[in-house]
C-alpha cells in the first residue's frame, strides 16, 4: 500500500469511525447535541463519499469546534480545519487516480496527523457526552 492510499485510508476511516460511532446518551450540551447529530449526518460513512459529503462534513465539524468545550476546541478545530482542507482539494475520493496526483498526495500527507489525532476528542466525548467514538479508530 503506498503513502497516498495510507494517508486516504486513514482519512476516510477517521471519518467514518466518527461518523458511525458518534451516538449516545449526551448531557443535552449543544456540543453533546451536534456530536449525535453528526451521526445522524453521515450515518453509514458519508462524511467521505464525495466532494460535497466531505464539505458537508466539514462545516458541520466547523459548526462542533466552535461549540466544543475548551478542553477539546483546538482539537476539533484542527479536525475541522483538516476536512475544510480536503473539501478545498476538490477531488472524488472514491477515485484512486484523482487521490494518487502529487500535489493531492503531499496534502493529505500534511492532513494525516490532524485528522488522527483524535484520542483527546474521543475520551472528552466518553467523558462528557456519554458517546463512544473510539470504536475503530486507527492513531
Known amino acids: ?3 497516498v492510499t495510507t ?20 448531557s443535552g450540551s449543544q456540543y453533546c447535541d451536534q ?10 460513512g458519508g462524511a467521505m463519499a464525495d466532494q460535497a459529503a466531505i464539505a458537508d462534513a466539514a462545516d458541520t465539524f466547523q459548526r462542533i469546534a466552535d461549540s466544543a468545550p475548551e478542553e477539546v476546541k483546538q482539537d476539533w478545530h484542527a479536525f475541522a480545519d483538516a476536512f475544510t482542507t480536503l473539501a478545498g482539494l476538490e477531488v472524488d475520493p472514491t477515485d484512486p487516480e484523482a487521490m494518487s496526483d502529487p500535489q493531492v498526495a503531499d496534502q493529505l500527507q500534511g492532513l494525516q ?14 467523558e462528557e457526552c456519554d458517546l463512544d467514538l473510539s470504536a475503530g479508530t486507527q492513531n
Open 7 to 26: 494517508a486516504a485510508s486513514v482519512l476516510t476511516v477517521s471519518a467514518i469511525t466518527f461518523a458511525l460511532t458518534a451516538c449516545g446518551n449526551g
Open 113 to 126: 496527523a490532524d485528522m488522527t489525532q483524535t484520542q483527546d476528542i474521543e475520551t472528552h466525548a466518553q
Open 1 to 3: 500500500m503506498n503513502r
Open 35 to 44: 456530536l449525535e447529530g453528526a451521526n445522524a449526518q453521515f450515518s453509514a
